[in-house]
């Protein structure tokens, strides 16, 4: 079945640092979307990708999909203890969301 | 305001009893979705449905089943809980498919 694989699974940043995450599917991509979790919160929609090689930003977060649809990053410049929680990005292919299994990112000032 | 439910928040159950989750949404959207959180694994796919009367199997759906009666909908059933299903379970729904998910607080299940 559709995988979609996510590095790292943990981060550990002093504040100030900058934090991507990469998500890798084994499928091209009709879209992917990504959520953040904060500690014992539930998953939140942050941003749809669509297009290939399509680049979006919200603030300091920077969203790229990859050429060919199958990978993408969420690129965070100088993260701040607000960004704490855990960062997922889920593929989909047109029938139900596939979460990758997230990045943790933890940030100390 | 529109919103997503899920009841009850907590929940112990004892193995090989059935347990039914509950997930209320009031956006009126077609598309809904029952995931289980677990350390080291993310969000996993238990099942999904794209209207009334439709439900589909996810990869994780052994041991669970839906029923989709109305559109507001999707319980969650355990049939007979094992200690392999303690786990966070989220419910989801969205307006169609490739649009955004808005999740439910989750239940916390523990079977012992």
């Known amino acids: 079945g559709q995988q979609v694989m996510q590095i790292p699974q943990y981060q550990h940043v002093q504040e100030g640092e900058d934090f991507t995450t990469y998500c890798n599917s084994s499928?091209?991509?009709?879209?992917i979307q990504w959520y953040k979790q904060r500690p014992g919160g539930h998953p939140v929609f942050l941003i749809q990708?669509?297009?290939?090689?399509e680049v979006k930003k919200q603030k300091r977060l920077t969203f790229q999909f990859g050429e060919a649809k199958k990978n993408s990053s969420l690129h965070i410049t100088a993260t701040q203890t607000t960004d704490v929680g855990t960062y997922f990005c889920a593929g989909d292919r047109g029938t139900a969301l596939i979460f990758g299994k997230g990045t943790t990112l933890s940030v100390s000032s | 305001d529109a919103e997503i439910t899920q009841s009850p928040r907590h929940k112990i159950t004892e193995t090989g009893r059935q347990v039914t989750l509950a997930c209320h949404q009031t956006?009126?959207?077609?598309?809904m979705f029952w995931y289980r959180q677990d350390l080291g694994h993310g969000l996993r796919l238990i099942h999904y449905s794209y209207g009334v009367h439709d439900t589909n199997k996810g990869e994780v759906s052994d041991g669970y089943s839906v029923s989709r009666s109305n559109t507001e909908d999707l319980p969650l059933t355990l049939e007979s809980a094992a200690s392999s299903q303690t786990s966070v379970y989220f419910c989801a729904s969205g307006q169609g498919v490739g649009t955004e998910a808005f999740f439910g607080q989750g239940t916390r299940l523990t079977v012992v």
């Open positions: 499928t091209t991509l009709s879209n």
């Open positions: 990708l669509v297009k290939s090689g």
């Open positions: 956006w009126n959207h077609n598309n």
